[in-house]
């Protein structure tokens, strides 16, 4: 009887948090070691709300990725919540990939999570210096000896996470400081959330590229119906967006409806990427006041 230890032996697998402060590109960064969109990107900091788990499947080894929430100093009962979430996958995981931003550093949020990473050196951190597109090279070296004087990173990588600069670099590091174990997931699965969920998250971006400054933060999706019509070949999807006053459902729905049938049209159009069919969205507005404070509104609507 062979043993069935050794039958994965060399593989590598494990769990990776990518963490770091606000508007810093981990979900673009994420995008691009899975190699597909399953995160939502925007410039305006704060979009990734859930912890997501991207799976990058390779030869050798199998890394699934968590996506988290921006880590900040914050009073607000949502932020925070926020907060908690990131520092608990940070806390539950073989590595941690600290993102940090070249361009526009964010030396507050950047110490609240160095002090928590070296009060839990149980496991390797690596640094990605992202966004080094934007940042003159002569820059780069003085930058990364400050960060090697901050913490003992197993590594730092400047990266561009939008360009694709270094990703490849990156994944060959952080698979080598996985352990050895077998694949977590079969090979055709790239994440573990379900569709509903990744439904909500493309109508969100969708708000969150297409509104003014003050709405995608106040605004939360739901979804009310996913219904296949084996027939026409057609999927129907229902969805409530939600706000919390009367002067943001405005806005979303703007003159004549434009704004709404923008937002519409723009998430349709990747739903069917992503089925695979033609796809019917219906988008309803909800006011629900000050949804973000009230901590039942909050865990109705996934947080």
């Known amino acids: 009887m062979s043993d069935s230890t050794n039958t994965?032996?060399?593989?590598?697998?494990?769990?990776?948090?990518?963490a770091g402060p606000p508007n810093v590109g981990k979900s673009t960064l994420l995008n691009a070691m899975i190699g597909k969109k399953i995160s939502i990107t925007s410039e305006k900091p704060q979009t990734t709300r859930n912890r997501i788990a991207g799976i990058a499947h390779h030869q050798d080894a199998q890394l699934i990725f968590l996506d988290t929430p921006g880590i900040h100093l914050t009073k607000k009962m949502f932020?925070?919540?926020?907060?908690?979430l990131?520092?608990?996958?940070?806390?539950?995981?073989?590595?941690?990939?600290?993102?940090?931003?070249?361009?526009?550093?964010d030396p507050k949020s950047e110490n609240i999570i160095l002090e928590r990473l070296k009060k839990n050196r149980k496991r390797p951190v690596l640094l990605a210096l992202n966004k080094?597109?934007?940042?003159?090279?002569?820059?780069?070296?003085?930058?990364i000896d400050q960060w090697h004087r901050a913490y003992p990173f197993a590594s730092i990588h400047p990266v561009s996470a939008k360009m694709g600069t270094q990703i490849d670099e990156t994944i060959e590091v952080l698979k080598n400081l996985l352990p050895e174990g077998p694949p977590y997931y079969p090979p055709e699965m790239v994440t573990d959330i379900p569709e509903e969920f990744i439904l909500t998250?493309?109508?969100r971006e969708k708000v969150f590229h297409l509104t003014e400054e003050e709405v995608p933060f106040s605004t939360a999706v739901s979804i009310d119906l996913i219904e296949e019509d084996e027939e026409t070949n057609l999927v129907?999807?229902?969805?409530?967006?939600?706000?919390?006053?009367?002067?943001?459902?405005?806005?979303?729905?703007?003159?004549?409806?434009?704004?709404?049938r923008e937002i519409g049209k723009a998430a349709r159009l990747e739903m069917k990427r992503m089925m695979g069919m033609p796809v019917?969205?219906?988008?309803?507005?909800?006011v629900e006041k000050n949804w973000s404070r009230d901590a039942r509104a909050m865990r109705r609507l996934g947080y």
């Open 236 to 260: 129907r999807v229902y969805a409530k967006i939600h706000v919390e006053r009367d002067s943001q459902k405005k806005i979303i729905i703007g003159k004549n409806g434009g704004k709404l």
């Open 132 to 143: 080094i597109d934007l940042v003159r090279k002569p820059e780069l070296l003085p930058m």
């Open 280 to 286: 019917y969205l219906k988008l309803f507005i909800r």
């Open 201 to 203: 998250e493309i109508i």
């Open 8 to 18: 994965y032996q060399g593989f590598k697998s494990g769990f990776i948090a990518i």
């Open 86 to 105: 990131a520092f608990s996958a940070i806390d539950d995981v073989d590595l941690i990939l600290l993102v940090a931003d070249a361009a526009k550093p």
């Open 79 to 84: 932020n925070q919540k926020m907060v908690d």
